[in-house]
């Protein structure tokens, strides 16, 4: 997602003083909108996925906009899907909680329960192991023997963020907050001059 602002309109408003003023005021303004989107694209990706927010937040990396450059750019390519073993309580995330078997052999449980996409259900054929590196992930078989296993991922953030819903949900945040922080910014600037 970037954050531009249409400077032919700004200088013909301005007149002769308006490049070094553009130039100051600009970026200010562009990095508090920029600030604004993002954090309202974090909650809205988190009220649909279930990740927590200051996960989300980490993933998101910012370009502030600066006097060379006047515009702002939100990065969310690190935000990847995670293992669905992140969404499974913390009390119940451990090797054979969903595969133990009763007396008689069979499964307790269908498979392994987590609230993904902001909905708790049960993956069935699932279960949680450990990973060659040591992580608790969750697993299912890719056919009848044991060996094949497959890695089973929750929601990605990435997908939810590169949304048509949310990136017009972003431009109508954007447009309407940059409006209201270049007319803060240029008011503080000229306060400045008097």
């Not at 044991?146 to 972003?170: T, Y």
Request: glycine letters at 6%; zero cysteines.
């Amino acid at each position: 997602m970037q954050i531009k602002d249409d400077l032919a309109k700004l200088e013909k408003k301005l007149g002769k003083m308006s490049k070094s003023l553009v130039k100051k005021a600009t970026p200010p303004a562009v990095n508090k909108t920029l600030r604004s989107v993002n954090a309202y694209s974090v909650k809205e990706i988190s009220a649909e996925t279930s990740i927590k927010q200051k996960d989300i937040r980490k993933d998101h990396k910012l370009s502030l906009s600066r006097k060379k450059d006047l515009s702002g750019v939100i990065n969310a390519r690190e935000s990847r899907a995670r293992n669905l073993a992140s969404f499974v309580r913390p009390s119940q995330r451990k090797v054979n909680h969903f595969n133990a078997r009763n007396s008689r052999g069979k499964y307790k449980k269908e498979g392994v329960r987590a609230k993904a996409w902001g909905k708790t259900k049960t993956y069935k054929h699932t279960f949680i192991g450990k990973s060659p590196q040591g992580n608790l992930l969750v697993f299912a078989r890719k056919g009848p023997e044991r060996a094949p296993l497959k890695s089973i991922k929750g929601p990605s953030p990435r997908e939810v963020f590169n949304s048509r819903r949310l990136r017009r949900g972003m431009k109508r945040k954007a447009k309407a907050r940059l409006s209201i922080e270049m007319d803060r910014s240029f008011r503080n600037h000229l306060r400045k001059l008097k």
